[in-house]
């Protein structure tokens, strides 16, 4: 060893130990020397990477250098575990970084051609591994963020430069394996580390942040390794998996185990890849699921489906982070809950418990049910996933249950098979059994296309002249053996018997197959699930979100379920693609899909209801969306506290100008101008817009009003233009761009009115409709176009509204025509109320001036004159004395003269006297609308007004259901409902029927009569069970005798499914009531 004193040749040093402890192995072998390490100065140290000593270290049997530990501290090496990468890599060291509490050694890596071979189509390039050691004692937040800042700027100073695959492994050498950690604590502080640095992770090519920590469960048990793994598969989101290393129990090798309970594994945003492996197991060259991630990107520009539960629990942190800054102004704490999203997926399975394959088959004979199963990813052999899946969000910290459905665009294109709708059919039935909303994540190539390949590759043709195919052939046909063949099993051809060149063989009639879903049966499962989402539609909350091409079946569905956000790159709804157009028209006329079903034409056609940028952003708008809805049909609304965003009592502060066009979106927002907020009458920054690129004379949305949401119809009061695009495949087309006047209902706006009160009605919104118009469109192009018939819509979806609608003429707002009465409170009395602004609104069948060239012409006006003019009256007493033809000529030209200086002025007037019978006093006088209401407590007077009739509505709700027990008992109506409550309240002591009106008053009343009120429900249901059975019992013949035999039944039958205990009671109490 002293002769390689002065060398700087660590190759040549090396050899020169190797050789030096060959001598001696077997002495140090008989000795259990395990490990021997060489540490050596460097001569001409001119910088601190240099100043670090030569490490050279050989383990035993032979006694030769591990390489891969060269320059590492012997005892630290092992916590690299560079074996891992040595597999699948060739190593080439970049050097490492020294900070006073970590090293962090880095590793430029090539995939070797032996791993390429079997890893097809993996990425050759290469890429940096970063290991990176810490020293701290302590295990916290800032201690590991430093250790990852440190890593992360020893990869911005590294000297290679790799902007993809890159990895980072974080090693917590120090003696943590004392400290008790709990894995869900050291998961949400690895996670949120990571995610505070996830840009930076991103920009230097990081794919996956893998970091290992030795610590104790608890205080008595031994130590543990925990593995956590962090990555960004969709670009939007850190997902995490957290593993321990423990024993497997098969081998007894140490393997990762994954760790329940954690943020990932409950909410199924991670791929659990390494679950069941090696702890040695070498490092992939490509990483579980990039296929398929890849494979959706290329397909459509999205993302693989078992990545969306993370999108979504991304979208419920950003709602809270949003909630939290809203609220910071109030000083009120809004607390997250740690975990804010679960997740278990929906599995259709054999109900004989086998795990076979099952076919839509098994479906039609009732043979398959849905299950609840926690699977890990990719888990899937059908193109249609399912989840159930628990969001807690800002209205519902406690969570509220939603079913997420979603193309697999990675499974045979995400077309649909049979297998596919059964899927999509039996989770959309669990949601409309549960009542809770259901969204469908497009991305899908529509029905699936398939032929029989056995037969493709064994038919025969005949042609007309063998010896010259391009003269065409008379038919298709196999030889006997494989015709045989093909009918062995099953029938998959159909064949005649005919004679070919003078031999017997089969023409083919119909082609079978013994592959599935080759094509007419994929159709008759699209119809399968178009009902269903039609039905879906009208009994629960639906939406699509379309993140991929949706084709065919698939636009049907986006559709069918309304509520649709679209993506605005690589997501198009169409019917059939631009190459098959093409084909069809046989001239290239469409470049892309996006030129059919874009967001420039599925946003502007009213299909899309909202568009999002990315991804994320329409998961985002999704989960934003369900934030206005109930967690389920018919439960209560998602109220939330407004304190620090808003005040119910405040007064409105902004004000149309009369007679000058603005934007109605600021009566429902307000307006900022120069850092001063003017409100609305609903909460600051609570108004959500949909359809908004559609049928702009009409602005629709969701809003809250002192935290209850609400859906919004208003007027716009200004021109607009809609544009119609012109098509490429007509020549003689070009871009029309109509003028639609404010304060009109055209048949696209008036489709957009009807269509929108159906989508609110079954989200279970209230529903206020600001309402200024003038009437409908009617000349003849509208009239064509169906005006009349979107019109009536706007009635019938009024008529099936179940909650309040408020239609509340706005200040300087008119009503007028057609208008009113699609619009009036007596379509569905029970729900409808009619308001207006106190002085300013109008209604009436014409507006003023149309009313006074009709009902005031000019004889009226000159009668009028006459009546009230001096002047007037003078000139016709003189004529009344005047005898001389003549002088009264001249008494007639001065009348005449006099009439026509005034009628400008009366013709005012008799505008002004028209106007007056519009009044919303006049309305309230004759009983059109409810009250008059000043617009500046507009805000305060119906958010009183919703809560009272909405406690109104839960109690004659209640009452309707108690009494709809049999068919001899007609159930209340809602009115009836109402005024059986009307009933209760004026005959409580000290309450008049003017309180009545006092909403309230009436809110105190329900509140501090809580329990009689139960009583009284209670009291009128067992009051109509009573009736019901005296009327079976005194109907008279053998319906008497039948109904009598069916009470005793039926309480025999009740009776049977008691306790002995209730037994007894009943029967007691059946005793002391007949006196028996």
């Known amino acids: 060893v002293d002769a390689i004193v002065g060398s700087d040749d660590e190759d040549e040093i090396a050899i020169s130990c190797g050789d030096a402890l060959t001598s001696h192995a077997g002495n140090l072998q008989k000795a259990d020397v395990r490990r021997v390490s060489f540490i050596l100065d460097r001569t001409d140290a001119t910088d601190i990477e240099e100043s670090s000593p030569i490490v050279l270290t050989y383990r035993t049997p032979e006694y030769r250098e591990e390489t891969l530990y060269r320059d590492i501290d012997p005892s630290l090496g092992p916590h690299l575990e560079l074996t891992r990468i040595a597999a699948n890599f060739q190593l080439k060291s970049l050097g490492s970084r020294h900070s006073p509490a970590s090293h962090v050694h880095l590793y430029a890596c090539t995939p070797k051609p032996s791993a390429l071979v079997k890893t097809k189509g993996a990425n050759r390039g290469s890429r940096v591994f970063a290991r990176a050691l810490n020293f701290e004692l302590d295990f916290s937040s800032s201690s590991f963020e430093r250790m990852l800042v440190d890593a992360l700027s020893a990869l911005d100073l590294c000297s290679l430069k790799f902007t993809s695959d890159n990895h980072l492994f974080l090693s917590l050498a120090s003696d943590l394996e004392r400290n008790v950690l709990d894995p869900v604590n050291v998961e949400q502080i690895v996670a949120g580390v990571v995610k505070r640095h996830g840009d930076r992770i991103s920009a230097l090519g990081i794919v996956e942040v893998e970091t290992r920590i030795v610590c104790c469960l608890d205080a008595d048990s031994p130590p543990i390794a925990i593995r956590l793994f962090s990555s960004n598969p969709t670009g939007f989101v850190q997902v995490m998996n957290t593993y321990v290393e423990a024993a497997s129990e098969v081998t007894g090798k140490r393997i990762y185990k994954l760790v329940g309970g954690t943020k990932a594994s409950l909410a199924s945003s991670g791929d659990s890849s390494w679950d069941g492996l090696n702890v040695d197991t070498p490092y992939p060259l490509v990483r579980p699921f990039d296929a398929q991630r890849k494979a959706a990107l290329r397909s459509s520009d999205t993302v693989y489906c078992y990545d969306l539960p993370a999108l979504f629990e991304a979208a419920v942190e950003q709602q809270w982070q949003q909630a939290a800054e809203k609220n910071k102004q109030g000083n009120v704490i809004v607390s997250r809950p740690p975990m804010v999203m679960y997740t278990t997926e929906l599995v259709v399975k ?8 099952w076919a839509m088959k098994d479906y039609d004979a009732g043979n398959l049910e849905l299950v609840q199963e926690d699977r890990g990813a990719g888990g899937n052999d059908v193109g249609v996933v399912a989840w159930l899946v628990v969001l807690r969000t800002v209205e519902y910290p406690n969570g509220r249950q939603v079913v997420l459905i979603a193309n697999d665009i990675t499974v045979k294109a995400g077309s649909f098979g049979t297998r596919e709708d059964v899927v999509f059919k039996m989770a959309s039935e669990f949601a409309r059994d549960k009542r809770i909303p259901r969204l469908f994540i497009a991305a899908n190539s529509g029905a699936r296309i398939g032929l029989a390949d056995g037969i493709k590759n064994a038919y025969k043709v005949a042609f007309k002249d063998p010896s010259k195919p391009e003269n065409g052939f008379d038919f298709l046909y196999v030889e006997k053996n494989m015709y045989d063949e093909f009918s062995e099993e099953f029938m998959q051809i159909k064949c005649t018997k005919v004679t070919h060149e003078g031999r017997q063989v089969y023409r083919i009639t119909d082609i079978i197959g013994k592959e599935p879903d080759l094509g007419v049966e994929n159709l008759k499962g699209s119809g399968l699930i178009a009902g269903e989402t039609s039905v879906a539609y009208r009994e629960i909350f639906t939406m699509t979100v379309v993140l991929g091409r949706t084709v065919g079946i698939g636009a049907y569905l986006v559709r069918l379920g309304h509520r649709t956000i679209q993506k605005t790159t690589a997501a198009p709804i169409i019917l059939t693609g631009y190459q098959a157009l093409n084909k069809l028209m046989g001239v290239e006329v469409y470049s892309t899909n996006e030129q059919i079903g874009g967001p420039g034409i599925m946003h502007l056609n009213g299909v899309s209801h909202q568009v999002a940028q990315d991804h994320l952003m329409a998961v985002k708008s999704a989960v934003d969306w369900l934030s206005y809805v109930p967690s389920s049909r018919g439960a209560l609304l998602p109220i939330t506290d407004v304190r620090g965003i808003d005040d119910v009592e405040r007064t409105i502060t902004y004000m149309p100008t009369p007679g000058v066009p603005y934007d109605p979106r600021l009566l429902i927002t307000g307006e ?3 850092g001063d907020w003017a409100g609305g009458i609903f909460d600051r920054g609570s108004f959500t817009e949909s359809l908004s690129g559609w049928a702009k004379t009409v602005v629709v949305g969701r809003a809250r009003l002192g935290g209850i949401p609400m859906g919004v119809i208003i007027t716009e009061n200004r021109t607009v233009e809609a544009v119609r695009p012109a098509d490429p495949a007509d020549l003689q087309a070009s871009e029309s761009v109509l003028q ?8 696209n706006s008036a489709y957009k009115t009807a269509q929108s009160i159906n989508d609110f009605r079954v989200e279970d919104l209230p529903l206020m409709v600001i309402a200024n118009w003038r009437g409908f469109s009617g000349g003849q192009r509208d009239m064509f176009e169906e005006v009349l018939k979107y019109g009536s819509m706007i ?22 025509g057609g ?8 379509i569905n009395a029970s729900v409808m109320e009619m308001y207006a602004t106190k002085g300013t609104a109008r209604g009436g069948v014409l507006e003023a001036n149309g009313a ?35 002088g009264k000529q001249v008494v007639g030209k001065h009348i005449a003269a006099r009439e026509q200086e005034l009628l400008p002025v009366y013709e005012q007037i008799s505008v002004q006297f028209c106007e007056l019978h519009d009044t919303p006093g006049r309305m309230k006088a004759v009983g059109v609308i409810e009250k008059e209401v000043e617009w500046e407590t507009a805000r305060s007077f119906f958010y009183w007004r919703l809560r009272r009739k909405l406690a109104e509505f839960d109690l004659r709700r209640q009452l309707i259901q108690a009494g709809d027990v049999g068919r001899g008992v007609k159930a209340l109506t809602p009115i009836a409902a109402s005024k059986l409550i009307h009933d209760w ?48 019992m005194t109907s008279g013949g053998n319906t008497a005798t039948i109904g009598i035999a069916g009470i005793v039944e039926g309480l025999s039958r009740g009776l049977e499914s008691l306790s002995q205990e209730e037994r007894n009671r009943v029967k007691q109490l059946v005793a002391q009531t007949l006196q028996l």
């Open 350 to 357: 054999n109900k004989n418990g086998t795990d076979g394959k």
């Open 672 to 674: 900022e101008s120069g």
């Open 740 to 747: 639609e006047a404010g304060g009109v209902w055209f048949p």
């Open 795 to 816: 009635v019938d979806a009024f008529t099936a509204y179940e909650q309040p609608v408020f239609v509340f003429i706005p200040p300087f707002g008119e009503i007028r």
């Open 819 to 826: 208008a009113w009465v699609v619009l009036d409170a007596s």
């Open 852 to 886: 006074a060239s009709v009902k005031y012409r000019t004889r009226d006006l000159i009668k009028t004159m006459h009546r009230l003019d001096s002047t007037l009256q003078d000139l016709d007493e003189k004529l009344q004395i005047e005898t001389e033809e003549e």
């Open 985 to 1032: 309240f004026v005959e409580t002591p000290g309450l008049t029927e003017d309180l009545w009106n006092e909403d309230k008053a009436v809110l105190g009343w329900m509140a501090e009569h809580h329990a009689s009120l139960e009583q009284r429900i209670a009291s009128y249901t067992k009051q109509v069970v009573a009736t019901e059975v005296i009327q079976v």
